[in-house]
Nanobody
Framework: QVQVVESGGGLVQAGGSLRLSCAAS????????MGWYRQAPGKQRELVAD???????TYADSVKGRFTISRDNAKNTIYLQMNSLKPEDTARYTC????????WGKGNLVTVSS
């Protein structure tokens, strides 16, 4: 069984920064990729960013230049540094890990006040 646990998130003013962390543990064969989706009330789920074990990254257009994803393969942990936050970044951010299957965390709320 694989566990995916996020930390970070919370309330921040517009223009501020937050850092999310996500660690995968348990019966992991190998992690192919990890990342975050987000979903705001009344909106579709959106892939925010992901990173492969080789270091290739993908970002949503809406966060390019503001968010940076990084990883520590030895710890099966990824980080999402979020800068210049906007009210429209408010959402539940859920981490995922792709191994032999896809495993999900419970999600953390990020609230950006104007």
């Amino acid at each position: 069984q694989v566990q995916v646990v996020e930390s970070g998130g919370g309330l921040v003013q517009a223009g501020g920064s937050l850092r999310l962390s996500c660690a995968a543990s348990g019966s992991i064969f190998s992690i192919n990729a990890m990342g975050w989706y987000r979903q705001a009330p009344g909106k579709q789920r959106e892939l925010v960013a992901d990173i492969t074990s080789g270091g290739s990254t993908t970002y949503a257009d809406s966060v390019k230049g503001r968010f940076t994803i990084s990883r520590d393969n030895a710890k099966n942990t990824i980080y999402l540094q979020m800068n210049s936050l906007k009210p429209e970044d408010t959402a539940r951010y859920t981490c995922f890990a792709v191994s032999r299957g896809t495993y999900w965390g419970k999600g953390n709320l990020v609230t950006v006040s104007s």
